[in-house]
T-cell receptor
Framework: DGGITQSPKYLFRKEGQNVTLSCEQN?????MYWYRQDPGQGLRLIYY???????QKGDIAEGYSVSREKKESFPLTVTSAQKNPTAFYLC???????????FGQGTRLTVV | AQSVTQPDIHITVSEGASLELRCNYS??????LFWYVQSPGQGLQLLLK??????LVQGIKGFEAEFKRSQSSFNLRKPSVHWSDAAEYFC???????????????FGQGTTLQVKP
C-alpha cells in the first residue's frame, strides 16, 4: 500500500544530542514537508522540498536541518541548537505544485 | 499576512447532535481550503477540500463544509455526531497553483471535539 512512513514513533534523547527523524514515502510525490506540532499551536512548517537535492526553510527552521538525496526520503535532523525540541513531528508529501498534502503517523520526540 | 483562525479551541456536543466547527482565513486571493482530523498520537487525515466550483463540499465520514468568500470562512458541519468523531480538527489553507506555488499549508490552531454519550 502507498503511504508515508515515519520512524521511530517515539524517540527519547538527551539534551545536547542531535537526532534524526526518518520519513519515507512511496506515493511518487515530488514535494515533501516537515511540520512541528505543539499543543494549542496547530502545525508549523519547518522545512519543505519540491524536488530532489533542493529544499527551503519554513517558518521555524532554526535548529533543524534536512536533506533530500532521494525522491522517497526526507530525513529531519533536530540539532542541539534547537532550544525546545520536545514536540510531535509530522512529515507530509504532495505532488509538486499541488496543495493537498498526505501525512505520516508522526514521531514524538522527547528530550530530557 | 496569511493566517487561519479557528475561534473555538474546545467544543463539546452530545452524540446525535449537529456540529459546526468554524474556520476563518486571511489570504490575498481564494486559497485551497482543507479540513483535517487527528486522533490522539496519530497523523492527520484529510476530511475534505475545496479548490473551486461548488462552494458546498462533501467529505468523508459524513462531513461537509461550505466556502463563503464574503465571510472568508470555511466552516465544517455534520448533521449527527458519533462518539467516534471525538478528535482534533484542523482547518488549513494553501496557495493557488502558479509557478511560485510551494504547496505549503497554513494551519489553524485546531479545535478539540468532545462527544458526550
Amino acid at each position: 500500500d502507498g503511504g508515508i512512513t515515519q520512524s521511530p514513533k517515539y524517540l527519547f534523547r538527551k539534551e545536547g544530542q542531535n537526532v534524526t527523524l526518518s520519513c519515507e514515502q512511496n506515493l511518487n510525490h515530488d514535494a515533501m514537508y516537515w511540520y512541528r506540532q505543539d499543543p494549542g499551536q496547530g502545525l508549523r512548517l519547518i522545512y519543505y522540498s519540491q524536488i530532489v537535492n533542493d529544499f527551503q526553510k519554513g517558518d521555524i527552521a532554526e535548529g533543524y536541518s534536512v536533506s533530500r538525496e532521494k525522491k522517497e526520503s526526507f530525513p529531519l535532523t533536530v540539532t542541539s541548537a534547537q532550544k525546545n525540541p520536545t514536540a510531535f513531528y509530522l512529515c507530509a508529501s504532495s505532488y509538486r505544485g499541488g496543495a493537498e498534502a498526505f501525512f505520516g503517523q508522526g514521531t514524538r520526540l522527547t528530550v530530557v | 499576512a496569511q493566517s487561519v483562525t479557528q475561534p473555538d479551541i474546545h467544543i463539546t456536543v452530545s452524540e446525535g447532535a449537529s456540529l459546526e466547527l468554524r474556520c476563518n482565513y486571511s489570504y490575498g486571493a481564494t486559497p485551497y481550503l482543507f479540513w483535517y482530523v487527528q486522533s490522539p498520537g496519530q497523523g492527520l487525515q484529510l476530511l475534505l477540500k475545496y479548490f473551486s466550483g461548488d462552494t458546498l463540499v462533501q467529505g468523508i465520514k459524513g462531513f461537509e463544509a461550505e466556502f463563503k468568500r464574503s465571510q472568508s470562512s470555511f466552516n465544517l458541519r455534520k448533521p449527527s455526531v458519533h462518539w467516534s468523531d471525538a478528535a482534533e480538527y484542523f482547518c488549513a489553507v494553501g496557495p493557488l497553483g502558479s509557478s511560485s506555488n510551494t504547496g505549503k499549508l497554513i494551519f489553524g490552531q485546531g479545535t478539540t471535539l468532545q462527544v458526550k454519550p
